[in-house]
């Protein structure tokens, strides 16, 4: 294996979390591990500088990337991610993650993913639009329906996709309403896209409660992250007779052993931006999030939440990966140790990305679903893959991440050798 030169040492990155995911399969993946340096080493990465005008005339300007991780099964997917913190070895690792993703869904992509350093709160409107449609001119010449199609991530949202699918647009000089997914629904977009990732998360989160015995019904559950994952799987896990006794985002954290009034806090957040403030739970602070009883855990936020320390002293059943690499390797032994089930991000968060190759379909022949035909097939897909997963970590004896590895790294392996090297 040769290490990339463009990677830091830091073990605790999200691209040392994926390295060490893929380690953890190679021995049950036989034959074609032969080819599994391809996984180590992204397809190509892309570097733009984005130069701003700011409306108050200054110019400031921002790091932007697109990934390909991996393109043997078909054309990159992933989103966009606009935050401060955003860097090309986080992105390189979402796009990754998007890889395998794709594969364990049996989605007919790639894995990709972009970014820009910036936050996104600190721009007027104006600004936001200006950033988007430079960054999308930027990284316009390998982007495309049939190449790689981005989509909202953290930071980014439907209207973002409509300047992004805009500009790329008249750059072509045709409207393409298939370069990019998650769009307003009148601009190509699809049914039950914005709440297809939270949907997901309760789906995927349902099947596998019913496996360990656990009811829906009065289970406690805390959720970490309050955006577009968070609170549509607090939703409809509210709906099901759950108690949501604790909400975290970067603002706050809410706690009330009687679950907290999900539509209201909801509402809220939609008024006020974040959760601080919010009168019907007590504000607790933000390590005692990690200390309460809860019987279902789900971080719905960003990277390398569940550390050591805190996979030792949660006490759940259950935890459903909302968000994309929430678990280090070494809390992941922890929580098998400790006998609590994970579902990783690669199945658990695939809602998203399946409802994007829906309206990616559908935005090809031109022909719109109603959002009944998306939610069945949606869940059906979830439920299958998971099912598949599950059935896979019983024969092999692992946990469900590695099995969903096992799934999707012979997917994309297979397809790796099938294609062979070029030249
Ligand atoms: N950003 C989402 C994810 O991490 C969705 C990607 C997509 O729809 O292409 O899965």
Same mark, same amino acid.
């Given at each position: 294996?040769?290490?990339?030169?463009?990677?830091?040492?830091?073990?605790?990155?999200?691209?040392?979390?994926?390295?060490?995911?893929?380690?953890?399969?190679?021995?049950?993946?036989?034959?074609?591990?032969?080819?599994?340096?391809?996984?180590?080493?992204?397809?190509?990465?892309?570097?733009?500088?984005?130069?701003?005008?700011?409306?108050?005339?200054?110019?400031?300007?921002?790091?932007?990337?697109?990934?390909?991780?991996?393109?043997?099964?078909?054309?990159?997917?992933?989103?966009?991610?606009?935050?401060?913190?955003?860097?090309?070895?986080?992105?390189?690792?979402?796009?990754?993650?998007?890889?395998?993703?794709?594969?364990?869904?049996?989605?007919?992509?790639?894995?990709?993913?972009?970014?820009?350093?910036?936050?996104?709160?600190?721009?007027?409107?104006?600004?936001?639009?200006?950033?988007?449609?430079?960054?999308?001119?930027?990284?316009?010449?390998?982007?495309?329906?049939?190449?790689?199609?981005?989509?909202?991530?953290?930071?980014?949202?439907?209207?973002?996709?409509?300047?992004?699918?805009?500009?790329?647009?008249?750059?072509?000089?045709?409207?393409?309403?298939?370069?990019?997914?998650?769009?307003?629904?009148?601009?190509?977009?699809?049914?039950?896209?914005?709440? &297809?990732?939270?949907? #997901?998360?309760?789906?995927?989160? *349902?099947?596998?409660? =019913? /496996?360990?015995? !656990?009811? +829906? %019904?009065?289970?406690?559950?805390?959720?970490?992250?309050?955006?577009?994952?968070?609170?549509?799987?607090?939703?409809?896990?509210?709906?099901?007779?759950?108690?949501?006794?604790?909400?975290?985002?970067?603002?706050?954290?809410?706690?009330?052993?009687?679950?907290?009034?999900?539509?209201?806090?909801?509402?809220?957040?939609?008024?006020?931006?974040?959760?601080?403030?919010?009168?019907?739970?007590?504000?607790?602070?933000?390590?005692?999030?990690?200390?309460?009883?809860?019987?279902?855990?789900?971080? &719905?936020?960003?990277? #390398?939440?569940?550390?050591?320390? *805190?996979?030792?002293? =949660? /006490?759940?059943? !259950?935890? +459903? %990966?909302?968000?994309?690499?929430?678990?280090?390797?070494?809390?992941?032994?922890?929580?098998?140790?400790?006998?609590?089930?994970?579902?990783?991000?690669?199945?658990?968060?695939?809602?998203?990305?399946?409802?994007?190759?829906?309206?990616?379909?559908?935005?090809?022949?031109?022909?719109?679903?109603?959002?009944?035909?998306?939610?069945?097939?949606?869940?059906?897909?979830?439920?299958?893959?998971?099912?598949?997963?599950?059935?896979?970590?019983?024969?092999?004896?692992?946990?469900?991440?590695?099995? &969903?590895?096992?799934?999707?790294?012979?997917?994309?392996?297979?397809?790796?050798?099938? /294609?062979?090297?070029?030249?």
């Amino acid at each position: 294996m040769s290490a990339l030169s463009y990677v830091s040492a830091d073990n605790n990155s999200p691209w040392k979390t994926y390295l060490s995911q893929v380690e953890r399969v190679l021995p049950y993946l036989g034959e074609v591990s032969r080819w599994a340096d391809t996984l180590r080493h992204p397809k190509r990465a892309l570097i733009v500088d984005i130069p701003l005008e700011m409306d108050d005339g200054s110019v400031r300007h921002f790091e932007g990337y697109r990934v390909q991780h991996n393109l043997s099964r078909g054309p990159g997917k992933g989103g966009v991610r606009y935050h401060p913190d955003v860097t090309l070895e986080e992105v390189m690792a979402l796009s990754a993650w998007m890889t395998v993703k794709c594969a364990a869904l049996n989605l007919p992509f790639g894995g990709a993913k972009g970014g820009i350093r910036v936050d996104p709160r600190e721009l007027s409107l104006k600004e936001l639009e200006r950033l988007t449609r430079r960054y999308t001119s930027e990284i316009g010449t390998i982007i495309g329906p049939q190449q790689d199609i981005p989509a909202p991530d953290v930071g980014t949202n439907p209207q973002v996709m409509a300047w992004m699918m805009d500009t790329w647009s008249m750059n072509t000089g045709a409207t393409s309403t298939g370069v990019v997914t998650g769009k307003p629904v009148h601009l190509g977009g699809s049914l039950g896209r914005v709440k &297809a990732t939270g949907r #997901g998360v309760f789906v995927t989160g *349902r099947v596998m409660a =019913l /496996r360990i015995g !656990l009811p +829906l %019904e009065n289970c406690r559950i805390a959720i970490q992250g309050f955006g577009n994952v968070g609170s549509v799987a607090a939703g409809l896990f509210a709906e099901a007779g759950s108690l949501i006794t604790a909400v975290q985002d970067h603002s706050a954290t809410l706690y009330h052993p009687d679950g907290i009034d999900i539509p209201a806090l909801t509402e809220w957040q939609r008024q006020n931006g974040s959760i601080s403030g919010f009168k019907g739970a007590t504000a607790v602070n933000h390590d005692a999030f990690w200390g309460y009883d809860y019987d279902i855990l789900i971080p &719905a936020a960003l990277e #390398g939440q569940i550390t050591a320390e *805190r996979a030792g002293k =949660l /006490r759940c059943r !259950l935890v +459903l %990966e909302g968000a994309n690499g929430p678990t280090l390797p070494v809390a992941d032994d922890i929580l098998r140790e400790r006998n609590i089930t994970v579902v990783p991000d690669v199945i658990c968060n695939a809602g998203g990305v399946t409802v994007s190759y829906f309206e990616w379909v559908q935005d090809f022949s031109s022909f719109f679903w109603s959002e009944d035909e998306i939610n069945i097939r949606l869940d059906h897909i979830m439920e299958q893959a998971l099912l598949a997963v599950w059935q896979k970590s019983q024969t092999l004896k692992v946990t469900l991440r590695t099995a &969903a590895y096992a799934v999707a790294c012979e997917r994309i392996l297979i397809a790796r050798k099938e /294609r062979g090297i070029y030249p």
